[in-house]
């Protein structure tokens, strides 16, 4: 079956370390996309690719890098974690920015202590 | 901001009972989505509307699209409990650069 593939799950990390999110996608999507999910503020966009090597900046870009070298895997790096980064992690996918629905994964627990 | 915005932010229901569930928004769209979040999951899609679009259905779902009030509501008809989740809006604006933006979203609870 197609879907969309986030790991780890859940991570603790400590401030200042750097730290990797994955996604992984089988429906051949042309777009992802990376959200984090805080109380009070729902869903925001971090970065969003429209195809391999095409990246670029969501809402809250700050604090973070991304990069698609393959059309499946669209990585989240926290280059120097703050504690202002822990949240919930979500990667999507979609056939389109924003006039289809996306799929997302189950998310990464993100604790930066 | 161009977040859209739910209303109520909570609701509790009896099971057997509708839910309505609320989004108004501030510009045009060229389509509005709701989506449903279990407890420690993703997002699923849940139904799309156009902007040419008045009402939508899917099972127990209808959705229905006031462009003129820029507004939208999603009806859960005979709620069972399995329906607790978190609901949310998500549009998307016209514009060259337009993405999908989504809502704070609405907690549903359903008793059984």
């Known amino acids: 079956d197609a879907g969309i593939t986030q790991s780890p799950r859940y991570k603790i990390t400590e401030t200042g370390r750097q730290v990797t999110l994955m996604c992984h996608q089988t429906w051949s999507h042309s777009y992802m996309f990376w959200y984090r999910q805080d109380l009070g503020h729902g869903l925001r966009l971090i970065y969003y690719s429209a195809a391999a090597d095409i990246t670029d900046k969501g809402e809250v870009p700050d604090g973070y890098v991304v990069s698609r070298s393959k059309t499946e895997n669209f990585p989240l790096t926290l280059e120097s974690a703050t504690r202002s980064q822990t949240s919930v992690y979500f990667c999507a996918s979609s056939a389109d920015r924003g006039r289809q629905p996306q799929h997302f994964g189950d998310g990464t627990r993100l604790s930066i202590l | 901001s161009q977040q859209g915005e739910e209303d109520p932010q909570a609701l509790s229901i009896q099971e057997g009972e509708n839910a309505t569930m609320n989004c108004s928004y501030k510009t045009s769209i060229n389509n509005l989505q709701w989506y449903r979040q279990n407890s420690g999951r993703g997002l699923v899609h849940l139904i799309l509307i156009r902007s040419n679009e008045r009402e939508k259905h899917s099972g127990r779902l209808r959705v229905t699209l006031d462009t003129s009030k820029k507004s939208s509501s999603l009806l859960i008809t005979a709620s069972r409990a399995a329906d607790t989740a978190s609901y949310f809006c998500?549009?998307?604006?016209?514009?060259?650069?337009?993405?999908?933006?989504f809502g704070k979203g609405i907690t549903l609870s359903v008793r059984p």
């Open positions: 998500a549009t998307d604006y016209t514009g060259a650069n337009s993405k999908l933006t």
